[in-house]
């Protein structure tokens, strides 16, 4: 059998077993994400393949910036309708198919590194086998709604084939054109998949400093291209310096978050530091899934571990620069994992953490494992047939607890029970679980799982930097009748001094929503804390408006006209708010309203033309 032909046979012998470890993970539902992007969004539920309809499905998220994804749900809801295994068994085909084409990857790169064919043959699928049964990979493909971020990272192995394809046949003196065109249409793909494939110039680049070095046929040719990659790096730079630093950068707090953009960077040390912790020895029980209790660092020794893992991260950084001669995979594989973090842990004011950010930086973890291992197997001089089973223990040792995460993603009440026992802290992970047996219950106090939804959102309460679940809990004590207006005043003394992160300020929304079906809801506490959240940090007009025509619907007459006028007087000076405001309330029945609100918007936009004509 030729060396092709066994490479094939095992890369595919390799994805297959990625795939079918993530099977018991197919049943469950739709959770967090997915469900404004799948089953809350109607533009995907398309019933026939009409290009209009998969157009809009495409372009119903973020203006079209992660067109593919949706649009292959769209097509998912085509064959399957709202089949959540379904969704998951795509994204796991997709990861099969990743499978194979890193496989193809290592393949070249090895090849460029000066690794003998029969070595790359064998080696190869390894590795992929590698990043695919991590149990890091678990939720990345069975969180379906992260199908943005399996699509990117397979259209940029795609393109970094390609690139290397080129790099080859430039170091050949041979045609390589093809092979760049190739590479950009990848690219360009992975953009449409997910934002932080803008990236894929930082991997060439780690590829070019260490096993590439620059090399071609011709001078001419490797003097343009690091002339090209200095300019890239003097662009990326100034676009850091002039353009993202002004606009992400927050010396206070980012909105909804209780950090600053300083305070998030000397965070995102621990987080990488947790990250690296988690690919070294990821057990289901170190991979919670829900990273809402991660306290951000307050200064180097606030936590006293922010500082140790800085000089890890930068130590690690300065290891693979000095080394990129003397052992460029380990390099390599050091620079890609932390380059694929260059936008999560930056000063865009994300989410602390989340384990999909791995995706793509886990190659260059298994990459460097690999090379590790590799000069392990050398100095200890093991004879190939132990280093070969040496590596297939690692390999079914991730490969069990990826079976044990994945199992958990197959029951509703599984996961669920899984966040709480693993996330104890995270108020995240009690309103999921409170949500489940609700929805089980069926709304439904004498049922078993109405009880248990009970039980879960007052221990989710205790938690004292949220309020959703203590939300939650007065609205199933409504609902079981038990609550009592001691409830609603710990509530309103709880949005008092909690964080106002969105969902937080989400609060008032949903009680608003929730009361304006069941009456036994009374509309007074509701306001009450719409006007806690109001003074802490302001609603936009078109929510108090919206707040009105609520008080207004349930006899609150001073406060609907109340919140009527903030709207008015808050709104941008060229903003149609006020006139449209006024004639929607005619067209409601409230002409009286109308009338009194057409001087304060008259005095509003004198108002503001007076700002202007100072300015």
Same mark, same amino acid.
């Given at each position: 059998?030729?060396?092709?032909?066994?490479?094939?046979?095992?890369?595919?012998?390799?994805?297959?077993?990625?795939?079918?470890?993530?099977?018991?993970?197919?049943?469950?539902?739709?959770?967090?994400?997915?469900?404004?992007?799948?089953?809350?969004?109607?533009?995907?539920?398309?019933?026939?393949?009409?290009?209009?309809?998969?157009?809009?499905?495409?372009?119903?998220?973020?203006?079209?910036?992660?067109?593919?994804?949706?649009?292959?749900?769209?097509?998912?809801?085509?064959?399957?309708?709202?089949?959540?295994?379904?969704?998951?068994?795509?994204?796991?085909?997709?990861h099969v198919l990743t499978t194979l084409v890193l496989a193809w990857f290592f393949r070249l790169l090895l090849a460029s590194a000066g690794w003998s064919a029969t070595r790359t043959a064998y080696v190869a699928p390894l590795l992929a086998l590698a990043w695919a049964v991590h149990p890091l990979q678990v939720s990345s493909v069975l969180y379906i709604v992260q199908r943005m971020q399996t699509m990117g990272t397979l259209f940029l192995v795609l393109a970094l084939c390609a690139y290397l394809k080129m790099r080859h046949a430039q170091i050949a003196g041979e045609r390589s054109r093809q092979y760049g065109v190739l590479a950009t249409l990848c690219w360009v793909l992975a953009l449409a998949s997910k934002e932080d494939a803008i990236l894929l110039p930082a991997y060439t680049l780690a590829l070019e400093l260490t096993v590439l070095r620059f090399r071609t046929a011709s001078a001419a040719l490797e003097k343009r291209l690091r002339r090209g990659y200095q300019l890239l790096v003097a662009l990326g730079v100034a676009v850091f310096v002039l353009v993202l630093v002004p606009k992400h950068w927050y010396p206070d707090s980012y909105p909804g978050r209780d950090f600053s953009s300083l305070e998030r960077l000397l965070t995102q040390g621990r987080v990488l530091a947790m990250y690296l912790g988690q690919v070294l020895w990821p057990l289901p029980s170190h991979l919670p899934f829900y990273y809402d209790d991660l306290q951000p660092s307050r200064g180097l020794l606030q936590p006293w571990t922010t500082l140790p893992a800085l000089l890890l991260v930068f130590g690690l950084l300065a290891l693979a620069w000095r080394l990129r001669h003397r052992r460029p995979l380990l390099s390599l594989g050091v620079l890609l994992f932390f380059a694929g973090h260059a936008v999560s842990s930056n000063i865009i004011g994300l989410e602390l953490a989340f384990e999909h950010r791995n995706h793509f930086p886990l190659i260059g973890a298994v990459l460097a494992l690999g090379d590790l291992l590799r000069a392990a197997f050398e100095r200890l001089q093991l004879k190939p047939g132990t280093a070969?089973?040496?590596?297939?223990?690692?390999?079914?040792?991730?490969?069990?607890?990826?079976?044990?995460?994945?199992?958990?993603?197959?029951?509703?009440?599984?996961?669920?029970?899984?966040?709480?026992?693993?996330?104890?802290?995270?108020?995240?992970?009690?309103?999921?679980?409170?949500?489940?047996?609700?929805?089980?219950?069926?709304?439904?106090p004498s049922d078993p799982h109405f009880a248990k939804a009970l039980a879960t959102c007052a221990k989710g309460a205790t938690l004292r930097d949220g309020a959703t679940n203590l939300t939650n809990l007065v609205l199933l004590k409504t609902i079981d009748g038990s609550v009592r207006q001691s409830d609603w005043e710990q509530l309103f003394e709880r949005m008092r001094r909690v964080t106002l992160t969105p969902s937080n300020v989400g609060v008032a929304w949903h009680l608003a929503?929730?009361?304006?079906?069941?009456?036994?809801?009374?509309?007074?506490?509701?306001?009450?804390?719409?006007?806690?959240?109001?003074?802490?940090?302001?609603?936009?007009?078109?929510? $108090?408006?919206?707040?009105? $025509? $609520?008080?207004?619907?349930?006899?609150?007459?001073?406060?609907?006209?109340? $919140?009527?006028?903030?709207?008015?007087?808050?709104?941008?000076?060229?903003?149609?708010?006020?006139?449209?405001?006024?004639?929607?309330?005619?067209?409601?029945?409230?002409?009286?309203?109308?009338?009194?609100?057409?001087?304060?918007?008259?005095?509003?936009?004198?108002?503001?033309?007076?700002?202007?004509?100072?300015?």
């Amino acid at each position: 059998m030729s060396l092709s032909r066994r490479f094939l046979l095992l890369a595919a012998f390799g994805a297959l077993i990625a795939g079918l470890l993530l099977l018991p993970g197919l049943g469950g539902g739709f959770l967090l994400d997915d469900k404004p992007a799948i089953p809350e969004n109607a533009a995907v539920q398309v019933a026939t393949l009409d290009a209009g309809q998969l157009m809009q499905a495409a372009y119903s998220y973020g203006g079209g910036a992660r067109a593919l994804p949706m649009l292959s749900f769209a097509l998912d809801h085509w064959r399957s309708g709202l089949d959540p295994a379904a969704f998951k068994a795509t994204n796991i085909a997709i990861h099969v198919l990743t499978t194979l084409v890193l496989a193809w990857f290592f393949r070249l790169l090895l090849a460029s590194a000066g690794w003998s064919a029969t070595r790359t043959a064998y080696v190869a699928p390894l590795l992929a086998l590698a990043w695919a049964v991590h149990p890091l990979q678990v939720s990345s493909v069975l969180y379906i709604v992260q199908r943005m971020q399996t699509m990117g990272t397979l259209f940029l192995v795609l393109a970094l084939c390609a690139y290397l394809k080129m790099r080859h046949a430039q170091i050949a003196g041979e045609r390589s054109r093809q092979y760049g065109v190739l590479a950009t249409l990848c690219w360009v793909l992975a953009l449409a998949s997910k934002e932080d494939a803008i990236l894929l110039p930082a991997y060439t680049l780690a590829l070019e400093l260490t096993v590439l070095r620059f090399r071609t046929a011709s001078a001419a040719l490797e003097k343009r291209l690091r002339r090209g990659y200095q300019l890239l790096v003097a662009l990326g730079v100034a676009v850091f310096v002039l353009v993202l630093v002004p606009k992400h950068w927050y010396p206070d707090s980012y909105p909804g978050r209780d950090f600053s953009s300083l305070e998030r960077l000397l965070t995102q040390g621990r987080v990488l530091a947790m990250y690296l912790g988690q690919v070294l020895w990821p057990l289901p029980s170190h991979l919670p899934f829900y990273y809402d209790d991660l306290q951000p660092s307050r200064g180097l020794l606030q936590p006293w571990t922010t500082l140790p893992a800085l000089l890890l991260v930068f130590g690690l950084l300065a290891l693979a620069w000095r080394l990129r001669h003397r052992r460029p995979l380990l390099s390599l594989g050091v620079l890609l994992f932390f380059a694929g973090h260059a936008v999560s842990s930056n000063i865009i004011g994300l989410e602390l953490a989340f384990e999909h950010r791995n995706h793509f930086p886990l190659i260059g973890a298994v990459l460097a494992l690999g090379d590790l291992l590799r000069a392990a197997f050398e100095r200890l001089q093991l004879k190939p047939g132990t280093a070969v089973l040496a590596c297939v223990a690692l390999i079914a040792a991730l490969s069990s607890a990826t079976v044990l995460r994945a199992q958990a993603w197959g029951s509703r009440v599984g996961f669920a029970e899984y966040g709480t026992r693993v996330a104890p802290g995270s108020e995240r992970a009690w309103i999921d679980l409170c949500q489940t047996h609700f929805e089980l219950s069926e709304n439904r106090p004498s049922d078993p799982h109405f009880a248990k939804a009970l039980a879960t959102c007052a221990k989710g309460a205790t938690l004292r930097d949220g309020a959703t679940n203590l939300t939650n809990l007065v609205l199933l004590k409504t609902i079981d009748g038990s609550v009592r207006q001691s409830d609603w005043e710990q509530l309103f003394e709880r949005m008092r001094r909690v964080t106002l992160t969105p969902s937080n300020v989400g609060v008032a929304w949903h009680l608003a929503r929730y009361s304006n079906g069941d009456k036994r809801v009374e509309p007074r506490n509701v306001i009450a804390i719409i006007d806690i959240i109001g003074k802490r940090s302001d609603f936009r007009p078109e929510e $108090y408006a919206a707040f009105g $025509y $609520y008080a207004a619907k349930n006899g609150l007459e001073d406060d609907a006209f109340r $919140y009527f006028v903030h709207a008015v007087e808050i709104s941008p000076p060229n903003s149609t708010l006020p006139e449209a405001l006024i004639a929607d309330l005619r067209r409601e029945g409230y002409p009286a309203w109308a009338e009194r609100l057409i001087p304060v918007a008259r005095a509003h936009r004198a108002a503001s033309a007076g700002v202007r004509r100072a300015d």
